[in-house]
């Protein structure tokens, strides 16, 4: 899309740091040159306000990428596009039947409503829940990754869904302010919401993220 746009040397395409390596390959692919900007903590996806610090004259394009199920602010994106005259792409996650969609809602509401000593995500903006990220708070990683081991150790299913941010890989590291991108890197944690599990399931994930509480500094 971007090739076919006219985008390419000597252009600039804002992209997320936070999230996979392959929307900056495909921007150093078309032979422009990835920049990044930072996320909004609740969504996860570019700050309509951080892309517009990082626009110069020789951006062209943006790449939205939408987070976990939870859309970013388009609104305000397209018209920060339209101010500029540049090109918004967006890319999408694959898209789960309605079925599963609801019991994803429906096993994410009842984490909502049982989980102590993790911040849950903000269910807003018609979340899909591909992923039920919260936050563990404490003093960075070795707290979030200490909590996802003892998770593990008790059965669940857990994973760290941004290991490391894009700015920080060797073929893309750049000197660039992006607290809230590494913030959510130090923090996040991704919970089964799948489908397939059952309310005792659920269960037994509430009481192992609640019975580790100890294992972290109170944040808010």
Not at 48 to 70: C, N, Q
Not at 148 to 170: I, M, W
């Amino acid at each position: 899309m971007l090739r076919a746009a006219g985008v390419g040397v000597g252009d600039e395409v804002v992209v997320p740091a936070f999230g996979n390596v392959e929307v900056a390959e495909a921007v150093t692919l078309a032979g422009a040159l990835p920049v990044f900007a930072d996320i909004h903590p609740v969504s996860y996806c570019l700050d309509a306000s951080a892309v517009e610090a990082a626009v110069t004259p020789r951006t062209a394009a943006v790449v939205v990428v939408h987070r976990f199920g939870r859309p970013a602010d388009m609104a305000r994106l397209l018209a920060l596009g339209q101010r500029h005259g540049l090109l918004v792409l967006q890319e999408g996650e694959s898209e789960a039947p309605y079925d599963e969609m609801a019991q994803r809602r429906e096993r994410a509401c009842y984490l909502d409503g049982k989980l102590r000593g993790v911040r849950t995500p903000d269910g807003g903006d018609g979340h899909t829940y591909q992923q039920y990220v919260v936050r563990v708070p404490g003093n960075g990683r070795p707290d979030r990754d200490a909590f996802a081991r003892a998770l593990r150790g008790k059965g669940v299913d857990c994973r760290v869904p941004v290991k490391t941010p894009v700015h920080r890989l060797p073929e893309f590291r750049r000197c660039v302010s992006l607290p809230e991108t590494e913030r959510a890197a130090d923090e996040t944690l991704a919970l089964p919401v799948d489908a397939s599990l059952t309310k005792r399931d659920m269960q037994r994930i509430v009481a192992a993220c609640n019975a580790l509480g100890g294992l972290l500094q109170p944040a808010f």
